[in-house]
Every structure is written in structure tokens, then in C-alpha cells.
């Protein structure tokens, strides 16, 4: 039961960071034509209220991390989403593993940055109180909790360990060659 639960965590982790990477992360890389005004001006409203100056003018490292989002995390949403709406897919350890640690490694940089940058009050002023900063991290801080767990689970549930019978028949093999 509790496993299920943590499948539906996922699930909806996955589902919901479809819409949010391709309508509000990818304006960080592409060009601002692509993007209807009533997205523009979602992310405006976005940064404007929890003072996150890296969606309107991100610095070149955290595009490289949208980058990456878009070429190597994007395309396995979908894939993660369904596996973990069907549940039990243990083929879909290895790819949450990478996964997971890629994510769980990006945002550690990202949430230093928002605690102790001296973010500037122009153009796009960031979060200059423990409050503003603390608020912002709570935004980004699912996007390193859920990997985290997902780590976790893909890890530690027997649900998603290679069972025994497949590692006796895998060490065989390799006794062969």
C-alpha cells in the first residue's frame, strides 16, 4: 500500500512537470516569439511574486541546467509518468536512478544560490530577506525532495530490486563469457 502511494507521488510529480518545463522553464531557451502573451505574462507573475530572477534572466549556468531538462529530462516524463501510473515497472529503476541523482545534484547549486547570492533589485529584483529566500526555496525544494525519494524508493523497496533469481541468472552469464 504504502509503495502505491509513493507511485502516485511520482506519478504526479512527472504529469505535473510536463506543462510546467515546456510552458514556463523552456522560455528561459527559447525564443520569446514561440510563447503566447498570456504565458509571458504567467512567468512575469511568477517571478515578480516569489522574486525568482533566474526565470527572466537566468545566469548561463542555470540555463545549462534547463538545457539539460530539455535534451535528457523531458523525454522521460512522459515514460516515468506512465510507468509510475501503472506501478511496479521495475524496468523503470535504472533510468529513475540517473534520474533522480542528475536532479537531486542540480538542484544543490540552485538552492545555494537562492540562500546566499546577493541577488541585485534590478532589473529583476530577487529575494533580499531570509523570508523572500526562504519562500523561493520552498518553490524550488519538491524538485530535490521527490528525486530524493525517488532515490530512495527505486533503492531500498523490494518492489524495484532486481529479484534474486535474475542476479543468479545474470552472475551465470558472465561465468559463461
Known amino acids: 500500500m504504502a509503495i502505491r502511494i509513493l507511485e502516485i507521488i ?6 505535473s512537470h510536463i506543462p510546467i518545463t515546456l510552458f514556463i522553464d523552456f522560455q528561459a531557451l527559447l525564443p520569446e516569439h514561440v510563447y503566447p502573451q498570456a504565458l509571458k505574462d504567467l512567468l512575469k507573475w511568477y517571478a515578480a511574486e516569489f522574486q525568482d530572477p533566474m526565470m527572466l534572466d537566468p545566469p548561463v549556468w542555470f540555463k545549462s541546467f534547463i538545457f539539460c531538462e530539455a535534451l535528457l529530462q523531458t523525454p522521460f516524463f ?3 509518468a506512465y510507468a509510475f501510473l501503472k506501478g511496479g515497472c521495475k524496468w523503470i529503476r535504472t533510468p529513475a536512478i540517473v534520474y533522480s541523482t542528475h536532479v537531486a545534484t542540480t538542484l544543490v547549486p540552485i538552492l545555494a544560490h ?4 546577493p541577488f541585485p533589485t534590478e532589473p529583476h529584483p530577487g529575494p533580499q530577506t531570509p523570508k ?31 529479484s534474486p533469481k535474475a542476479a543468479n541468472v545474470s552472475a551465470k552469464a558472465k561465468k559463461k563469457n
Request: charged share 5%; no cysteine; hydrophobic share 60%.
Open 10 to 15: 511520482f506519478f504526479l510529480y512527472f504529469a
Open 114 to 117: 537562492i540562500l546566499f547570492y
Open 78 to 80: 512522459p515514460i516515468a
Open 132 to 162: 523572500q529566500r526562504w519562500m523561493l526555496v520552498s518553490i524550488y525544494a519538491p524538485y530535490l525532495l521527490v528525486p530524493l525519494l525517488l532515490l530512495l524508493t527505486m533503492l531500498l523497496s523490494s518492489t524495484y530490486r532486481p
